[in-house]
């Protein structure tokens, strides 16, 4: 979710506007969950889709249309990447704690938290635990800016990586990356098959789309200087978002793949609110959702 306010001529379910403290009050739906439960009764096999608010995830759910429920759970778990982070993190561990149940009830042996803590090392849906993988994959889905000449406003974007742009320090010799601290990784790498035959099908459809890094910030990018600074640590940036880093970190520890779906309301750059296509984005984003589901189905 890039930077957005509430739109009352969308049915008065905004998009967040992260400009000043006291329009924080206009988030919508910024902590509300999808309408349906968020690991169904046999939630082996499902996709997560994380959306940041509910203007995104009503728009994903037109497009999944009536059999949403069959294979999808869809959430909105808040504006950026700690409330993406924790809303993902707490329907996957609410899932391992469902097919606990369901293998204690069958008389099977319930994964350790051990088990489920080794997860994050080893590669495939909640690998090593011993029971059934409730979700094959996890999408963070939303609007968001597009870098100018890499994609366009109104266009998709499936990306191959994302990344934490501003997860770091200063120096005095300029921006240092977590990895160049040797902190952690602020990359997590998309399930690359998955990515690109979603974007050859989005493309066969007749979607404009591409692909690149997704680049996860906290403050939305709204000057000429900052979007070059962001293209200067991640070259191949296509998309700025608030939440794909998160959603993909809170995967990883379960060993779950992920992938980051951006459809581009406004470019990366000087902040220009009468520029933004929001209703432009959330149409191409219902429409990249019926063809995800054919994708995922098939």
Same mark, same amino acid.
């Given at each position: 979710?890039?930077?957005?306010?509430?739109?009352k001529d969308?049915n008065?379910?905004?998009?967040?506007s992260? #400009?000043?403290s006291?329009q924080?009050?206009? @988030?919508?739906?910024a902590t509300?969950?999808?309408?349906t439960?968020?690991?169904q009764?046999n939630?082996?096999q499902?996709?997560l889709i994380?959306?940041?608010?509910d203007?995104?995830?009503?728009?994903?759910?037109?497009?999944?249309?009536n059999?949403?429920?069959e294979?999808?759970?869809v959430i909105?778990?808040?504006?950026?990447?700690a %409330?993406a982070a924790a809303?993902?993190?707490a329907?996957l561990?609410?899932?391992?704690?469902?097919?606990?149940t369901?293998a204690?009830a069958q008389? %099977?042996t319930?994964?350790?938290?051990?088990d489920?803590a080794?997860?994050?090392?080893?590669?495939g849906p909640l690998a090593g635990?011993g %029971?059934s993988?409730?979700y094959?994959?996890?999408?963070?889905a939303?609007?968001?800016?597009g870098?100018?000449?890499?994609a366009d406003v109104? %266009?998709l974007?499936?990306?191959?990586?994302?990344v934490?742009?501003?997860l770091?320090?200063q120096?005095?010799?300029?921006?240092l990356?977590v990895?160049?601290?040797?902190?952690g990784?602020?990359i997590?790498?998309?399930d690359? #098959? @998955?990515?690109a035959?979603l974007r050859?099908e989005?493309q066969r459809?007749g979607l404009?789309?591409?692909?690149?890094t997704?680049?996860?910030?906290?403050?939305a990018t709204?000057?000429?200087?900052?979007a070059?600074?962001l293209?200067?640590?991640?070259?191949d940036a296509a998309?700025?978002?608030?939440?794909g880093?998160?959603v993909?970190t809170?995967a990883?520890?379960?060993?779950?793949?992920?992938l980051e @779906?951006?459809a +581009?309301?406004?470019a990366?750059?000087?902040?220009?609110r009468?520029?933004?296509? +929001?209703?432009d984005? @959330?149409?191409a984003?219902?429409?990249?959702?019926s +063809?995800?589901?054919?994708? +995922?189905t098939?």
């Amino acid at each position: 979710m890039n930077e957005h306010r509430q739109d009352k001529d969308q049915n008065n379910k905004a998009n967040a506007s992260f #400009e000043t403290s006291d329009q924080q009050g206009e @988030l919508s739906g910024a902590t509300t969950t999808s309408d349906t439960s968020p690991v169904q009764a046999n939630s082996s096999q499902r996709v997560l889709i994380v959306t940041a608010v509910d203007a995104e995830k009503d728009a994903v759910l037109r497009g999944l249309g009536n059999t949403a429920t069959e294979r999808f759970d869809v959430i909105a778990a808040g504006v950026g990447p700690a %409330s993406a982070a924790a809303g993902t993190a707490a329907t996957l561990a609410y899932a391992v704690a469902a097919a606990s149940t369901r293998a204690l009830a069958q008389g %099977s042996t319930a994964p350790s938290p051990s088990d489920v803590a080794q997860t994050s090392a080893r590669p495939g849906p909640l690998a090593g635990t011993g %029971s059934s993988p409730a979700y094959m994959l996890v999408i963070s889905a939303g609007i968001g800016g597009g870098f100018p000449g890499r994609a366009d406003v109104g %266009s998709l974007v499936v990306a191959d990586a994302m990344v934490a742009a501003d997860l770091g320090s200063q120096t005095p010799d300029g921006f240092l990356s977590v990895d160049e601290l040797g902190f952690g990784s602020s990359i997590v790498a998309t399930d690359a #098959e @998955l990515a690109a035959r979603l974007r050859h099908e989005l493309q066969r459809a007749g979607l404009a789309v591409s692909g690149g890094t997704a680049v996860t910030v906290s403050t939305a990018t709204g000057t000429a200087e900052t979007a070059a600074e962001l293209l200067r640590r991640v070259p191949d940036a296509a998309a700025e978002g608030m939440e794909g880093f998160g959603v993909a970190t809170a995967a990883q520890q379960f060993g779950v793949p992920a992938l980051e @779906l951006r459809a +581009i309301s406004n470019a990366v750059g000087p902040r220009d609110r009468d520029a933004w296509r +929001i209703k432009d984005a @959330l149409d191409a984003l219902q429409a990249a959702s019926s +063809i995800l589901r054919e994708v +995922i189905t098939s």
